[in-house]
């Protein structure tokens, strides 16, 4: 599967951001899609996953009531949607596939998921 995020951009606190990863090629294998974020000088950090089989989802404690996580099947792509942005949710932000499901409702770390994409920056000022 290939991955391409898109959507990044420049937002102020308190706004709102959609960002989009478009999957193509075989997903047959895919049964978790992710969200991950990294900093300048940090490490990659989980933000939402998504099981394939059932819709379930997991979002990290950083980001829970502000941030979701959604797919669409018939268009194959993921979507994080972030409300109430903050100054720390800048950075690189990764779509990621994985297969397996035991881990995709946490805890989990970069090492479970196979496919990444290129990542789109968001900027939080």
């Known amino acids: 599967v290939q991955l391409v995020e898109s959507g990044g951009a420049s937002v102020e606190a308190g706004g709102s951001l959609t960002l989009s990863c478009a999957a193509s090629?075989?997903?047959?294998?895919?049964?978790?899609m992710a969200w991950f974020r990294q900093a300048p000088g940090k490490a990659r950090e989980g933000v939402a996953t998504?099981?394939?089989?059932?819709?379930?989802?997991f979002v990290a404690d950083s980001v829970k009531g502000r941030f979701s996580i959604s797919k669409d099947n018939a268009k194959n792509t993921l979507t994080l949607q972030m409300n109430s942005v903050k100054l720390k949710d800048s950075g690189m932000y990764y779509c990621?596939?994985?297969?397996?499901?035991?881990?995709?409702?946490?805890?989990?770390?970069?090492?479970?998921?196979?496919?990444w994409g290129q990542g789109t920056q968001v900027t939080v000022s």
């Open positions: 990621a596939a994985g297969e397996g499901r035991s881990y995709c409702r946490g805890p989990f770390t970069r090492h479970d998921f196979g496919r």
């Open positions: 998504i099981d394939s089989e059932d819709d379930s989802t």
């Open positions: 090629g075989s997903t047959f294998d895919t049964h978790c």
